[in-house]
């Protein structure tokens, strides 16, 4: 059993940066792929970035890439999403989730899941 805790949402203002933060814990919470996902009002939930176990692998959604970078410290079990130059259609409740697949991107191929922290971009 894998338990993940976000944190670090929040409003900014168009063009400002924010960083998300999951924290893991449980057996061997670390050893998967990793993925963040968010979803907006009325709206599904889409993939926004993952990375693999070991972080050395990345992948972004086109709507982000440029704007948005995942990374990990295994050692801290934590995986973080740095988002710069945010735009109000960023607005969404992000979740972090675990895979055993590298650059998943339904969410129907991860596993657990964190309870969503929300971001907030007013223009």
């Known amino acids: 059993q894998v338990q993940l805790v976000e944190s670090g949402g929040g409003l900014v203002q168009a063009g400002g940066p924010l960083r998300l933060s999951c924290a893991a814990s449980g057996r061997n919470s670390m050893i998967y792929n990793m993925g963040w996902f968010r979803q907006a009002p009325g709206k599904e939930r889409e993939f926004v970035a993952a990375i693999n176990w070991s972080g050395s692998r990345t992948y972004y959604a086109d709507s982000v890439k440029g704007r948005f970078t995942i990374s990990r410290d295994n050692a801290a079990n934590t995986v973080y999403l740095q988002m710069n130059s945010l735009k109000p259609e960023d607005t969404a409740v992000y979740y972090c989730?675990?895979?055993?697949?590298?650059?998943?991107?339904?969410?129907?191929?991860?596993?657990?899941w964190g309870q969503g922290t929300q971001v907030t971009v007013s223009s």
């Open positions: 989730a675990t895979c055993t697949k590298f650059r998943a991107t339904i969410p129907s191929d991860y596993d657990y």
